[in-house]
């Protein structure tokens, strides 16, 4: 068989960055689900399958420099492109293989007490899965955790024939790849317009179309143009893990386990009644329609009892990671759409707004100590699980992780001169990356410069033959762009860099 295996590799992945793999993120869903986390203070291990560009490794890498992280992806390409990365980010704890799974075991490698996968689950042989379960027996430590993301049932049962559409198509073309995929949405869309069969009794997927007409092409190709293409029952992931020794933990996504937001009191009956924790989930999925699981396990689990469950999550300290006029309590969730209590939520985005704390430390703050502790603690998850909150660090811990995240940031600001893929920096309190668009690295580039901000940025994006947008329209003057970009400094000064400043960023 060919080096690839069927997985796309003319073209690359995009720069992308994902939050859930995040060790402060991982650490706190496992403590939610009554298990004790690995201990982040400490030194650890990391290695992510699957890696890309190695975006969210090198990023990770800065933000918790005393621990080792690994990677690997069969594409050279990527693999060079990481490592380019890590070495202008000035990373001595990064370290990418261009190896395949089977391959990779055989490196020099210690224990892992993490083990990541992102959506490559689903993009590969059952060879290849085979060889990351027994990566995972061989190289994970006993109490060591694994993230998988991968497709899930019956969420995709409707849309599979969708993406076998597409990429027999493009079997058919002897165009290159980003040729052959406008073709192939091309010719899905023609089917839709014909009223073939499959589209009229499934009508609920032309929305699913257009929202595939709007997606990054290289996104494209890699998430359905690949040969293999799988998605599962929750079950047949766990029995696959088997020979791994594995545990389910939990879902990464916060969230999922607030009843209240996802399931009506028939289906929470329903599933309490289910004694079975496997076949719940997959059950759970049904009522969901799941398309998409996050899931968490581990080698060995060390459950706490409740008193241990309370004294660790009181000390876990929160940060609110956006600017607090945009937080939203109007939120829509597997339920429909529904609205935070005010009374209980703004107190507590009031208070992280001015700095972080342990919910120990906001359960006794004057403006949050008549809200009862479970109350206190559900919002903190589901504001973490939204978005607007994350777990942090203390402030001595921040600032010892701060030159390494500061270097990272310089790197990826670097390439906004020239590039406009990579879209997070790191924030050493937070230990995960926040979205800072390409423009808005420029803007934090010129004011650190002591630059015309606006000029300055402006002369870059026409440098580039770049125009700005504005109400889906380009702006084609420069008067016009200079314009708008002023409005979007103003805008970004005002709000994102003080929330960025309180990040470390």
């Given amino acids: 068989m060919v080096w690839n295996e069927g997985y796309i590799s003319e073209i690359n992945y995009t720069y992308g960055f994902y939050g859930e793999l995040s060790p ?52 050279p390409n990527h693999i060079l492109e990481a490592k380019t990365l890590a070495s202008s980010a000035t990373n001595q704890n990064v370290h990418f293989f261009d190896d395949s799974f089977t391959k990779f075991i055989h490196q020099d490698l210690p224990q892992f007490d993490f083990i990541v996968l992102h959506g490559i689950y689903s993009w590969i042989t059952p060879e290849n899965r085979q060889a990351i379960v027994k990566f995972i027996d061989q190289k994970l430590t006993v109490g060591g955790l694994v993230y998988l993301s991968y497709n899930a049932l019956p969420g995709w049962s409707v849309a599979i024939p969708i993406q076998g559409l597409m990429l027999r198509h493009r079997q058919q073309s002897s165009e290159p790849i980003l040729e052959s995929i406008e073709q192939a949405l091309n010719f899905t869309g023609k089917l839709i317009d014909t009223k073939a069969g499959y589209f009229v009794q499934n009508p609920n997927l032309k929305n699913r179309y257009e929202r595939l007409k709007l997606q990054n092409r290289y996104y494209l190709a890699h998430e359905y143009f690949n040969e293999q ?76 009892t409740p008193v241990q469950q309370s004294e660790l999550i009181r000390n876990i300290r929160y940060a609110l990671i956006v600017p607090r006029n945009t937080v939203k309590l109007q939120q829509s969730f597997a339920v429909g759409n529904v609205t935070l209590h005010l009374d209980i939520y703004n107190p507590i985005c009031d208070v992280l707004a001015e700095s972080s704390l342990t919910m120990e430390e906001l359960h006794n ?59 997070y920096l790191a ?74 400043k309180k990040l470390g960023i």
């Fill in 365 to 423: 703050h004057p403006a949050i100590n008549k809200i009862t502790m479970n109350n206190l603690y559900q919002a903190l998850i589901v504001l973490t699980g939204i978005g607007y909150v994350h777990p942090a660090v203390d402030d001595q811990i921040c600032q010892q992780k701060k030159p390494f995240t500061d270097a990272f940031n310089n790197a990826v600001i670097k390439k906004a001169f020239v590039s406009d893929e990579m879209s």
């Fill in 24 to 75: 402060l993120k991982l650490a706190l869903a496992t403590a939610v689900n009554s298990v004790h986390p690995p201990d982040l203070n400490k030194p650890f291990n990391y290695c992510e399958l699957g890696c890309g560009r190695g975006y969210t490794t090198n990023l990770l890498a800065s933000a918790y420099p005393h621990a080792q992280f690994y990677a690997n992806d069969f594409n």
């Fill in 427 to 500: 924030s050493p309190l937070i230990g995960t990356g926040v979205v800072v668009t390409p423009m808005e690295q420029l803007l934090l580039f010129a004011q650190g410069m002591g630059e015309d901000a606006v000029k300055f940025v402006w002369n870059v994006l026409s440098s580039q033959n770049k125009k700005l947008m504005k109400d889906n329209q380009v702006l084609q003057t420069p008067e016009e762009n200079i314009a708008h970009l002023e409005n979007i400094a103003k805008e970004f000064y005002k709000n994102s860099v003080p929330t960025l």
């Fill in 229 to 304: 293409w799988n998605s599962f029952y929750f079950d047949q992931v766990v029995q696959e893990l088997e020979e791994a020794k594995l545990n389910f933990i939990g879902s990464a996504q916060l969230t999922d386990y607030v009843d209240v937001l996802n399931l009506s009191q028939e289906a929470q009956k329903e599933l309490n009644e289910i004694k079975d924790p496997i076949y719940k989930e997959v059950v759970r999925d049904f009522y969901l329609n799941t398309q998409f699981r996050r899931d968490i396990f581990a080698r060995g689990k060390l459950p706490m």
